[in-house]
Each structure stands twice: as structure tokens, then as C-alpha cells.
């Protein structure tokens, strides 16, 4: 079938679409800016802005499926809160909308965010935790959730909204994400440079390797017409790590040396993204989500991508 | 204190100004069409689509607290869905947003709907019982349920929304409302008419007389900044009522017929509007939030209404 991936561009766009190419899926890539995806083979690219419908109606064009990851993220979203509107809910509703029409019953899936929780955080989450956002960007997640389980509780989508914990390691570019210092670790590391991280040596926080979001969001596409909780929306395992054992196994297995990071906590920041309790992710583990195993296999996944990318 | 109350042309709106001002409110009124609200004493009035930016500066000059009521109902929403989006959402953002901006940590009730809980509804109505909205309608008020909260864990609203149940007697004119029925039928007694209603005489509904649902929406600008559950979101107590016993009642004190009303079920509007189980609303009560107390009340307060109106 044709997979409609919007935010094609961006980090996790870029891992998915291979994955969903080897699987046997034709491809329509959306982004903004779409020069990162030029010499791709199989794909058809629609560059353009997600809020215009010219670009929605192009992009949807021939779609069997749709992966919605195009987002105005935490940091960005609370500096311009006007824009994340126009990208987060509008386009979203809209896009969920024009697809339905097109395409009854039909899988979408929506990269959501575990800012849907709010903080603090209670002692444990899991899938009965209330949401609670606390930023612009998770109470935008948190209603469109809300949107695409009453569209699929129509008949109209067979929508899967997916939590996406923390995803290592993106791209040292500035991502608009305020937990962005969770991948900066990695290239420090990995080039023999001293960072200076804002939060605590004892500060833990949920993380998937984006190889391992790609494969999770590539089986949210099966995973959507399956017999799902009434929200429609699940949260996905992540491994619960903590920034002193993060770091020990990154200078293990880069041969760096651990002492390159120090801590300076901040306290927003500490409180926001480095107190995370234990996560039971029960229905997502029951329809076949996982996350990296142990951390060993995290450090190791996260690093070949960052390895990779710095390579010419 | 100076009260912005949105869509005050409206049935409940026009309740709920008069009590406002009895208890020592300024009031600033705002409508698309105001032309009922003429002559109204000590009542600002900016007549303009609530949507449009302009209409909303006015209304919130010298606002301290706001009553937002103005929404597309049910049965318009599901017919123009693009313009429900744009009051029930996108204007419901930029209101409250603005309004933060002007008035941080102020008052601001929402006339949220019991639509949130879409249909079949589950054995008890409790707080606990999680949203599953079936329509546009109901969709929308729980999306803007989760934002208003959002403000208020920011500290920048005090926001409460009242889940309101059925509220009667509305006017005969088309409302927008699926279940303009259930007020139809105390405008055809009082008029000695035959109606043919399209739910059974067993069919139970929650229902609410405008009356005590102003007085609910004028308590709430006092609750909104006292002790809240964390969702901001209130199911308002009701009466559960049938049919057939709401039918005799309106007979009793109408000296009506009671044959004049017969029934022929629709079996969408029975099971949207006829099936809704016995409902605790205990968070409403504590906060001194009460329904009509009985039946006899609740017919006599709406027919008060009735009358009152067709009177010359």
C-alpha cells in the first residue's frame, strides 16, 4: 500500500522511510523543506507546508495510510504558540479529515508524546494514568488524541495515536525539542567533547533508539485495525535509564572517557525530563510494541545512526 | 466584577445575564446577531462573530471573568463541521489564550456537554467515567476541555467547564440541537398541540431547567478559582428522567391532554438521547453545584420560561 509520511524530513522521517520501503510499501514524503530527501528512489515527494491544503491535497493523493509526524515541538511550540496551533491541531484535524474522506476506515498514525503526562509525574504511569499536559505542545498531542479516537470511533479512520518517549539521537541541528541535550550527549561523546548536561547524574528518563521508533511506528500500521482501547491512543515501552548509567555505557562503548560530562542541573528542566518514574506500557506490549531490549542495545542502535550521519 | 458572557443572545445566555446583573455584575455582551438583547439595561453589548479577532478585543475590554456559551451545537456541527472547527476550537483557543493574556489567573466557565461521553454510555455516569465523544460536538468540548485545563495547570486561567445535560425548555426555533424534542414538547402542551416524539415513553434523559443551569454557570465564576479537580471538567448534576413521567407532569400542571404526545422511536436519536443510566456527580456537589431537586420543580421552572415568552 502507499504510506503517507508528513514530517518525512525531519529525524524519525528519515528512519521510517526505508524500513516502510524494504516492507514493500510505495512512499509519499511531505515536509517543508524536502532537500534532505532528494535522490531517495521510490518515493514521491511533496514539498510544502502541512497547514496549506494544496499541500495536504497533493500529499494525500493515491494514500492507502497515513504516519503523521510533522509537529511544532515542545520548545517551539511555547515560543510560538500561534504556529503550533496552525500545524498541531488544525493540520492535523484537517489532514485526519481530508484522508477519511478519501480513504473510510483507513490506518493513520500519530506520533503523540509522553508530554501528554504533564509533570510532575505520578509515582508509576501506566495505561490508566489520566493526562495532564503541562506544555502547549502536549495538550495539542493530548487533544488530538481525543480527535482521531471520535473520527475512528465513527468508522471514519482506524487511527493508533503512539506516546513516543524520548528518541536518541537526534541530530545535533536545534529540533525547537526543550529535552534536546538527551541526544546532544551522544555526539559529545562520540567526538571527544566535553558537554555540560542540565540535568543530574541521577536524572531518568524513557528512551527508545530511533530505529527502534521506526519499527514501532511501521507496525502501528497493522497495529491501527486491530481491536484497540476505546482512545484509540497507547503509550509505548521505553527503557527507564538513568543519565549516570546513559553516560557510563556511551563512554564504554565509544572508548570515551565518562569525565568529558558534567552535570549542571536546571531546575525546570530536571523537573520536566529527568523524573521519570517505572512505565508499564501493558496494551502497547499486547499488540506487539517493544522497546530496545536493555541498554546495551539502545547505546548501541542510537550510536550506529550517529555514527553513520557523521561520516561523509 | 465586569463578566464577558459569549453567545448571549442565546436561550441560556439570556438566562443567565439578569442573574448576573441582580448579583452586582457589569456585564459585556457578545453575539452575531444581538437584536434580542436590545434595550437590556447595564448590558455592554459587541455584536460580531466571536471568530473574528476584532469582536473578540472588544468583548474582552475590561473583562475580569468570562461565561463562554457561544458553540455550533450537535446536529449543526455534524452538518458544517469546517465552522463548528472554527468557533468550537479554534476561536475557544484565541478567547481563553487572550483572555490569559489580559486577565492571567481569571475566571473562565465553559459550557462544556455530557456530549463528551458519546453513546452507548456505560452503566453509571460517575467523574470517573472516561470521555469517548461520538460526535463533532462533543469531540470538540472535550478537546477544549483538556486545553482550558492546560491554562489553568499553568497558572494562566482559573478555567472550570460545566458538563451541561439537556436543558429545557428551549425556544421552538431551529437550535441546531439533535434533541430539540425534548423542549418541543413543552411548547406543544402548553399550545394544547399533538407532537409525535422520536424517542419511547421509557426513554431517560438528564435534564436541567435553564433556570437552575444560569445559576449553575453564575456559581461557577465563583468555583472556577477554588479547589478543582485537575481535569478543570464537571458533570453538572441532573434529574434522570423518562419520557413517560416527564410527559405526565407537563399534562398535571398544563392541564394538558397527555394523549396529545405520541411516539414513534427513532432508533439513533433513542439510543443517543433516550438511554442515559443513572448519574453521580458528586465533584459538582461538593463544589455546592445542584440540579432541580425533583421533576415538579424542574417542569415548573421551565414552563415559567414557556409562558413567560409566549406572552405577548
Known sequence: M?????????????????????????LTATDRDCAALEGAEGIRIVEGDIAAEATRRAA???????????????????????????VNVDATMHLSSEFACLRRGAP?????????????LPETVCDETPLAPQMIYGAHKAMMETWLATLSRRGKLAALSLRLPGIVARPPAPSGMKSAFMSDVFHAL?????????????????????DQVA?????????????????????????????????????RQLGADPALVSHKPDQA?????????????????????SHDGDLTTLVGSALRNVISKEKP
Chains 1, 2 share one sequence.
Open 190 to 210: 562520540a567526538a571527544q567533547r566535553p558537554i555540560e548536561l542540565p540535568i543530574s547524574t541521577e536524572a531518568t528518563t524513557w528512551l527508545m533508539s530511533v
Open 2 to 26: 502507499r504510506v503517507l509520511v508528513t514530517g518525512a524530513a525531519g529525524f524519525i522521517g528519515q528512519a521510517l522511510m526505508p524500513l516502510l520501503l524494504e516492507r514493500g510499501h510505495a
Open 269 to 289: 528542566l530536571e523537573q520536566g525530563f529527568g523524573r521519570y518514574p517505572p512505565l508499564t506500557a501493558a496494551a502497547a506490549e499486547r499488540l506487539g510494541f
Open 215 to 251: 519499527r514501532c511506528l511501521a507496525h502501528a500500521l497493522t497495529a491501527a485495525t486491530t481491536n484497540l482501547p476505546e482512545s484509540r491512543a497507547i503509550t509505548l515501552p521505553a527503557l527507564r535509564v538513568s543519565m549516570g548509567d546513559l553516560v557510563s555505557e556511551l563512554a
Open 60 to 86: 494525500l493523493q493515491g494514500a492507502d495510510a497515513v504516519v503523521h509526524l510533522a509537529t511544532v515541538p515542545g520548545g517551539a511550540a511555547e515560543e510560538h504558540p500561534e504556529l503550533a496551533r496552525l
Open 108 to 120: 493513520f498514525v500519530f506520533a503523540s508524546s509522553i508530554a501528554v503526562f504533564g509533570h510532575p
